[in-house]
């Protein structure tokens, strides 16, 4: 079989295949874009998106069941209509991947295949029946839900977070098994949208990599809305009981029982069948697809970008792969991935926006750093719209005076964090952020402040 030639090939439509594939074809390059799955990838379609949707309907319920904290009077009791949610989820999510397909097939150059592309040498692709060659070949493959061998677990219905956006009922009782960032989202939002939620975790502590006051906070924030949470679970097992899965998770202590299961255990790099082994690019311990700096594997003409390359797992740090493999190849300018600095957020209501360091972590680098730290309850607009869990903290080399981290767990957390992060990228001092004039009333206006309330981090 006579294959077909292109100048690049992509193997996955997520979040840095398509504008990386944008940004080859208006070089004048001819692109393959294949995809065996939806265009768009984790965040258009199982994640980001579709989940923020739910979260904002979580959080419309939410409000309205504190009314009458605000002086505001309801005709009645508040009610969810869990296919209505689903209903507008799907709608946001079908709608910014038409987008994102209309734009695809806009492009002069670059043809999408839908498929399972696997290689059958380094340079060339295998997607049904076609045959594709190409000097420069990109992989985008993302990640799926692990799911480990535990005891009972192939003997029940279980739930990963992308078959819970096909979920058309409400669950009576949801079980959590994880307790990070996907599992506290989705433990939430379900709770807020009436079921009984309960969440089991094998480690002391939900959110293991934040600071200890991070963890202990979110836990609060989720045991206030009637959210059970089993920390330290070592013994973890399913099995039936009726129409009801029953989870035991420490000996002597009763089973959790419930309608569902959702198993929300880590991520796998979706690079176990793409045969790798055959273009001979080296792939590490856990899967994930080995890359320098500027994201080039061990074959020479290969790059993995995104969830399976296992330096990120967010759509932002995929979208900036695209950024940087682009300005290596097209505008010579040697970004780099160690240019990055740490930053993500955690969707719970109210969220966190975390960049850069954290204590534990500043700590154990031995250099002599300053904290600063405020709590909502003291911060005026927490207190105006009656949201005041969580706190700020501020983490700052005490030599330097370079910022080295923040956390905002608050209302907009997910926003104010950036009024740091651009700080840090511009590697100005904190004494900028201490004499910075925000709006007022903000959350972020409190910055400022505890700029100018530096302590030494014991």
């Excluded at 208006?26 to 199982?46: Q, Y």
């Excluded at 078959?163 to 307790?179: A, E, F, K, T, W």
């Excluded at 926006?353 to 709590?375: D, I, N």
């Excluded at 910055?447 to 302590?455: F, N, V």
Aim: include cysteine; glycine fraction near 10%.
């Amino acid at each position: 079989m006579t294959a077909k030639t292109f100048d690049a090939i992509i193997i996955g439509a997520g979040q840095a295949g398509p504008p990386l594939a944008g940004r080859l074809n208006a070089a004048g390059m001819s692109v393959a874009l294949i995809e065996r799955k939806l265009v768009g990838g984790t965040c258009v379609n199982t994640g980001c998106m579709p989940t923020k949707t739910m979260v904002a309907s979580a959080y419309a319920a939410h409000l309205a069941r504190r009314a009458a904290d605000y002086g505001v009077t309801l005709s009645g009791p508040v009610g969810v209509d869990y296919k209505a949610i689903k209903a507008r989820k799907d709608k946001v999510s079908n709608d910014a991947r038409a987008g994102l397909e209309t734009w695809i097939a806009g492009m002069d150059k670059c043809t999408l295949y839908r498929g399972h592309a696997r290689f059958e040498s380094a340079n060339t692709v295998r997607v049904g029946d076609e045959l594709l060659t190409a000097g420069k070949i990109f992989l985008n493959t993302g990640g799926r839900a692990s799911v480990p061998d535990l005891p009972g677990i192939h003997d029940i219905d279980y739930l990963t977070n992308s078959s819970m956006m096909d979920l058309d009922v409400l669950p009576r009782h949801l079980i959590v098994v994880g307790g990070s960032y996907i599992s506290l989202e989705f433990a939430q939002m379900f709770r807020r949208f009436g079921s009984e939620v309960t969440i089991i975790e094998k480690s002391p502590r939900l959110t293991g990599r934040e600071d200890e006051d991070v963890s202990a906070a979110i836990l609060s924030i989720l045991e206030n809305e009637g959210i059970t949470v089993h920390l330290g679970s070592d013994d973890i097992a399913f099995a039936k009981q009726g129409d009801d899965i029953a989870v035991t998770f420490s000996a002597g202590k009763p089973p959790a029982v419930g309608s569902h299961v959702l198993l929300a255990l880590g991520r796998t790099p979706n690079t176990d069948d793409l045969g790798l082994d055959r273009a001979g690019v080296e792939v590490d311990r856990r899967g994930f697809v080995t890359v320098d700096d500027q994201l080039r594997t061990s074959v020479p003409g290969i790059w993995a970008m995104g969830d399976c390359n296992g330096k990120g797992a967010f759509t932002h740090t995929s979208y900036n792969d695209h950024e940087i493999v682009a300005a290596n190849l097209l505008d010579d300018d040697p970004r780099k991935v160690s240019d990055r600095i740490e930053a993500y957020a955690l969707y719970i209501d109210p969220p966190l926006g975390r960049c850069g360091m954290t204590e534990a972590a500043v700590k154990k680098s031995g250099r002599r750093a300053l904290v600063g730290q405020r709590p909502m309850t003291r911060v005026g607009r927490a207190v105006e719209k009656g949201e005041t869990q969580g706190f700020m903290k501020i983490l700052v080399d005490a030599d330097t005076r370079e910022i080295l981290g923040c956390s905002v767990l608050g209302p907009g957390g997910d926003e104010a964090v950036h009024s740091v992060l651009d700080l840090m990228y511009a590697k100005a001092p904190v004494d900028t952020l201490a004499r910075a004039v925000h709006i007022h009333p903000n959350v972020s206006e409190l910055l400022p402040t505890i700029a100018q309330e530096l302590k030494p981090l014991a």
